[in-house]
């Protein structure tokens, strides 16, 4: 596609619901990864996959945090039940590997 | 505990004046340095500093890395309102391109 595509834009769950973000990054781009950014902060590094491979996970706050890309490229991160200090911006961003970083509009998550 | 550092943390201007933003770094294993503009959507790609010294240009934007210092400049002239928006720098690890990023300089330009 012409940019990094994330779904769902807006996500609102009630505290203990399971939820999945879903990534699609620019076409052929071999790196994926995902932050989090808090209102009035910069994103915050989640993980990210050269391919289908999770190469780094440090970021993922707790085990109820996951996320994949079994085919290399739509990737999906899902928060187990959810809590209240979930609710942030999840963005997703690629990359060819070595060069510049794109990232996506983000889906707004609220937990209530 | 590495870290980055955007100063100041927002500013007010009018039209036609020039700006300075600030980035200064911590980063084990540094590769590279980039700067984004973010407005309500997704952060737009403004520059990539890998060299000291050298300026990297895009119109009425410029920016320089500092690698002695660990610091880095974003320089906007003769604002318009259209440049109002967060300005977010981040420094890029050399092993798999993880980022980490400042808090962001929140620009606004008035007319």
């Known amino acids: 596609g012409a940019g990094v595509s994330q779904s769902p834009r807006y996500k609102v769950t009630k505290r203990g619901q399971d939820v999945a973000l879903r990534c699609d990054p620019i076409s052929g781009h071999v790196s994926l990864y995902w932050y989090r950014q808090a209102l009035g902060q910069g994103p915050e590094f989640l993980t990210y996959f050269n391919y289908e491979a999770q190469q780094d996970k440090s970021g993922l706050p707790n085990d109820r945090f996951s996320a994949e890309r079994p085919e290399g490229s739509i990737s999906t991160l899902t928060i187990q039940r959810t809590e209240q200090r979930d609710s942030a911006m999840y963005r997703c961003?690629?990359?060819?590997?070595?060069?510049?970083?794109?990232f996506g509009e983000g889906s707004w998550l609220t937990v209530v | 505990e590495d870290k980055v550092v955007q100063s100041p943390l927002s500013l007010v201007v009018h039209e036609g004046d020039t700006v300075t933003l600030n980035c200064s770094y911590e980063?084990?294993?540094?590769?590279?340095l980039l700067w984004y503009k973010q407005e309500k959507k997704a952060p737009t790609f403004l520059f990539m500093l890998t060299s000291s010294g050298i300026e990297k240009k895009s119109g009425r934007l410029s920016s320089i890395l500092d690698k002695k210092e660990l610091s880095s400049i974003l320089n906007i002239t003769a604002t318009q309102t259209g440049d109002s928006a967060i300005y977010l720098c981040a420094g890029r690890y050399n092993q798999g391109g993880k980022l980490i990023f400042g808090q962001g300089t929140e620009l606004s330009v008035k007319p």
């Open positions: 980063v084990t294993n540094f590769r590279s």
């Open positions: 961003a690629s990359s060819t590997g070595g060069n510049t970083i794109y």
